[in-house]
Nanobody, 121 residues
Framework: QVQLVESGGGWVQAGGSLRLSCLASGLTLSSYAMGWFRQAPGKEREFVAAISWSGSSIYYADSVKGRFTISRDNAKNTVYLQMNSLRPEDTAVYYC??????????????WGQGTQVTVSS
């Protein structure tokens, strides 16, 4: 059974940084593209970033481009999201997701439970 467990969320002041981690189990991480979504209160869930199985292809939402960096360590079964220059509008629950393909389907068939990120102004 695939499990995705996020960690690293918390409270930070605007301009600060956080690094989220997603530990995957029950799968061979190198067989799949992975990604991050987020959902703010009262808003729809939105795409943040995605990375192919090798890390050679990466996509970002325009709202986070230049501030967030997605990466992965297949040997550690972990995906990361480095978030810099955080803004209050980045406040959301962040979810790790698994694609059905090594590259981008994009079709996500597993989600973590989420980790809260709160950015104060």
């Amino acid at each position: 059974q695939v499990q995705l467990v996020e960690s690293g969320g918390g409270w930070v002041q605007a301009g600060g940084s956080l690094r989220l981690s997603c530990l995957a189990s029950g799968l061979t991480l190198s067989s799949y593209a992975m990604g991050w979504f987020r959902q703010a209160p009262g808003k729809e869930r939105e795409f943040v970033a995605a990375i192919s199985w090798s890390g050679s292809s990466i996509y970002y939402a325009d709202s986070v481009k230049g501030r967030f960096t997605i990466s992965r360590d297949n040997a550690k079964n972990t995906v990361y999201l480095q978030m810099n220059s955080l803004r209050p509008e980045d406040t959301a629950v962040y979810y790790c997701v698994k694609d059905t393909n090594r590259d981008f389907a994009p079709d996500y068939d597993a989600w973590g439970q989420g980790t809260q990120v709160t950015v104060s102004s």
